[in-house]
């Protein structure tokens, strides 16, 4: 009976389907704008093979920064690891005292090394923990106490992102605001193109929506804007993945990554201020995997969760988290952001 | 199979098959252009699929369910899900509902029921190929389908 009515209503739509015309030359016309966009891309970033994301910036800057007589880092080339790789970056907020895991990042770089892939994890997703669930950020805390050891607030992250997703860290890295700061001015500032106004609630900033370049204090500024933001935690996450796109492009562009001096330089002047995890493989081999994947824009995706904030985090979706997880481990990120354009980040 | 070729033949189907999704024939254009477009940059992925217009449908589909980021999403946000502007026709006598009643149930239904309803009963398709679809399990696309006629039908009940 209601199924007669269902079938009699969708006849009755029927009618309002609109010509094939118009919708068939729209289709094309996007299509040569949206390729145009694309070869311009492609140019701005073929000449240099680079840029280990955030990763030159983050990998480099071993806990103990390279003198500055040092050989060169990239002198000896080193056989790059195969497979997919998949790198941890935390940003970290130790202003007020406690210290605590605002921005987390999985960067996978495919076999392919195409491109990277830059996922989001929500700082307040929830994850299984001793006795129940904890936000994601809370292992950062809870290892690393009051103390100054960011390292074990690293470590303890890094358990929980592999337990959550079931891939293997292979290396990564902790950022600080301070370092974030340094970092983004040492390259000479960084684009970031905002899809919305923000307006700072910590100082008087106003970022335009549109594309801006940002010295360190900005840039700062903007990952620790939350409040305000459509989406409050997640739309950071966003303008996060956002900055480490800009500051790829960035560092492409000036050849950063690809030139000896100028990446010395730079660790020296940042160095204290990263610590990082190498894992198994050797500065030089990471920096040769991720420069390779780091030449083509990258593709950002945040990890799905649920839009409703439940009270005490973000729970991930149970319909796309699967399919998701799947992806990932199976190293076909770039299949899942095709079918799932809704959660991937624009970048420009 | 070209990219020309596919439109030609399958075209007017998906337009038809967004029309019964969005119930609106604007927000349908806009939900298989902006498919369309991703399909024809792509074409060459789609092309290397078991079955193009099976992946073509299920990439349209998820658009439609993960409405909330994309760009046609903020349109339709700002045109509201629910059109309320169409009087209700005064002649009940020629159908048991208002006609445009069950239209506007329909477009309260979550989503993914709503792809579930139309795809089986507009589409006609077994549940396998709609679970394919909707990339969910055979089971939870009986059970979402159950559901939504369980809506449908206590709706029905209240005005009737």
């Given at each position: ?46 000449a240099l093979a680079v840029a280990a994301v955030a990763l030159v910036g983050f990998t480099a800057m071993a806990?103990?920064p390279p003198a500055p007589t040092a050989a060169p880092l990239l002198a000896t080339p080193e056989p790059e690891p ?27 770089v495919?076999?392919?090394r ?57 290396a ?15 390259v ?60 790829l492009?960035?560092m492409r562009?000036r050849g950063t990554a690809t030139d000896p001096a100028q990446l010395n330089r730079l660790l020296i002047r940042i160095g204290?201020?990263?610590?990082v995890?190498a894992?198994?493989l050797s500065l030089p081999a990471l920096v040769g995997a991720t420069a390779r994947a780091g030449a ?53 | ?160």
């Amino acid at each position: 009976m209601i199924e007669d009515e269902l079938r009699a209503a969708f006849a009755r739509l029927e009618e309002s389907t609109p010509p094939v015309g118009p919708v068939r030359a729209a289709v094309d016309r996007a299509v040569i704008t949206r390729r145009r966009r694309r070869r311009r891309v492609r140019l701005a970033g073929t000449a240099l093979a680079v840029a280990a994301v955030a990763l030159v910036g983050f990998t480099a800057m071993a806990p103990r920064p390279p003198a500055p007589t040092a050989a060169p880092l990239l002198a000896t080339p080193e056989p790059e690891p195969g497979g997919a790789l998949n790198l941890l970056l935390l940003g970290v907020d130790q202003s007020a005292g406690s210290r605590r895991a605002d921005s987390v990042l999985l960067v996978h770089v495919p076999a392919d090394r195409s491109r990277l892939y830059l996922v989001s994890l929500p700082r307040d997703l929830l994850v299984p923990a001793p006795g129940g669930t904890e936000k994601l950020n809370a292992t950062f805390s809870r290892a690393t106490g009051s103390g100054t050891d960011l390292a074990a607030g690293y470590r303890a992250t890094r358990q929980a992102v592999a337990r959550l997703t079931g891939v293997r860290v292979d290396a990564g890295a902790v950022l600080t605001y301070p370092g974030a700061r340094d970092l983004t001015d040492a390259v000479g500032g960084v684009p970031v193109c905002l899809p919305e106004p923000v307006r700072s609630v910590h100082t008087e900033r106003r970022f335009p929506a549109g594309c801006q370049r940002l010295d360190g204090a900005a840039a700062v500024d903007l990952l620790r804007q939350r409040y305000g933001l459509r989406d409050g935690g997640l739309d950071r996450d966003r303008n996060a993945a956002r900055y480490a796109a800009g500051l790829l492009r960035q560092m492409r562009e000036r050849g950063t990554a690809t030139d000896p001096a100028q990446l010395n330089r730079l660790l020296i002047r940042i160095g204290p201020a990263v610590t990082v995890d190498a894992g198994d493989l050797s500065l030089p081999a990471l920096v040769g995997a991720t420069a390779r994947a780091g030449a083509a824009e990258p593709v950002a995706v945040a990890f799905p969760v649920l839009a409703e904030w439940n009270g005490r985090g973000y729970e991930a979706d149970p319909e796309l988290t699967p399919g998701f997880l799947d992806a990932l481990r199976a190293d076909r990120l770039g299949e899942w952001a095709a079918a799932h354009p809704a959660r991937v980040t624009g970048l420009r | 199979m070209t990219y020309e070729e596919f439109a030609d033949a399958r075209l007017g189907a998906l337009l038809r098959y967004a029309v019964m999704l969005t119930g609106d024939p604007h927000q349908a254009q806009d939900l298989v252009q902006d498919t369309m477009v991703r399909v024809q940059l792509h074409w060459r992925r789609v092309a290397r699929s078991d079955a193009p217009e099976r992946y073509v449908r299920r990439m349209l589909t998820n658009q439609f369910i993960d409405w909330r980021r994309g760009s046609w999403a903020r349109r339709v946000l700002l045109r509201g899900d629910v059109d309320d502007s169409v009087p209700a026709s005064a002649d009940h006598a020629q159908s048991a509902v208002d006609r445009d009643q069950v239209r506007s149930w329909l477009s309260r239904l979550p989503r993914r029921q709503r792809a579930a309803l139309v795809l089986r009963y507009y589409e006609d398709l077994p549940d396998g190929e709609i679970a394919e679809i909707l990339g969910c399990a055979v089971g939870t696309v009986r059970s979402s389908i159950s559901r939504a006629l369980a809506t449908l039908r206590a709706e029905l009940v209240e005005v009737s």
